[in-house]
Each structure stands twice: as structure tokens, then as C-alpha cells.
């Protein structure tokens, strides 16, 4: 069974940065997406930023230029470097893992930015 594992959240002044880790287990299909989606209180959960095996990225219109996704296919990671944060980017941030019309959610970590 694939799991995700989060780490790096926490509180953070505004302008400051921050990285986020996310570790795969269990039986992962080479071919997938590994990407990073939020959630702030009272909203949808969305998309923050994603990256193909291949290197293919997408980002979020609101965190271009100041968020970078990077993964490592050897170890089933996938990183989120956040920079230049904004108190908009307070939220739980989740990773995700894509492939063959499956996914499977990390458990969250909480990223507050203070203003």
C-alpha cells in the first residue's frame, strides 16, 4: 500500500522561507505526478503546484515565481521550496501522488505565515 509522509510545516514570518518534504512508500508505479495542494479553513482544497516523472511541472497562478517544486525519482520525493510567503499561504498543505487514475493524500502539515 503507498503511503505519504509530510514534513517541514510551521509558522513563519511574511517574506520568509520555507520547505516542504513529502516521502512515497510501498509499491509506486514509475510512471506518476507528485504535487502539492492546500487547503486554508473555509476553502476548497487546491492545487498548489505538481511534477511529472518526466520533470513536467505546473504551478498555481498566485505561487509562480516564488514557489519551486523538485522531486527525486530514485527516492519517491517530491520537495516544495517556498519562498517569498505571503499570509494568504496559510494553510494545511497536503501531498499528493498520481498514477494510473489513482492517488493517495498525505496527512496534511499546517503552514501559518505571519504577517
Known amino acids: 500500500q503507498v503511503q505519504l509522509v509530510e514534513s517541514g510545516g510551521g509558522l513563519v514570518q511574511a517574506g520568509e522561507s520555507l520547505r516542504l518534504s513529502c516521502a512515497a512508500s510501498?509499491?509506486?508505479?514509475?510512471?506518476?505526478?507528485m504535487g502539492w495542494y492546500r487547503q486554508a479553513p473555509g476553502k476548497q482544497r487546491e492545487l498548489v503546484a505538481a511534477i511529472t516523472s518526466g520533470g513536467s511541472t505546473n504551478y498555481a497562478d498566485s505561487v509562480k515565481g516564488r514557489f519551486t517544486v523538485s522531486r527525486d525519482n530514485a527516492k519517491n520525493t517530491v520537495d516544495l521550496q517556498m519562498n517569498s510567503r505571503k499570509p494568504e499561504d496559510t494553510a494545511v498543505y497536503y501531498c499528493?501522488?498520481?498514477?494510473?487514475?489513482?492517488?493517495?493524500w498525505g496527512q496534511g502539515t499546517q503552514v501559518t505565515v505571519s504577517s
Open positions: 499528493n501522488l498520481w498514477w494510473l487514475g489513482r492517488s493517495r
Open positions: 510501498g509499491s509506486i508505479f514509475s510512471i506518476n505526478t
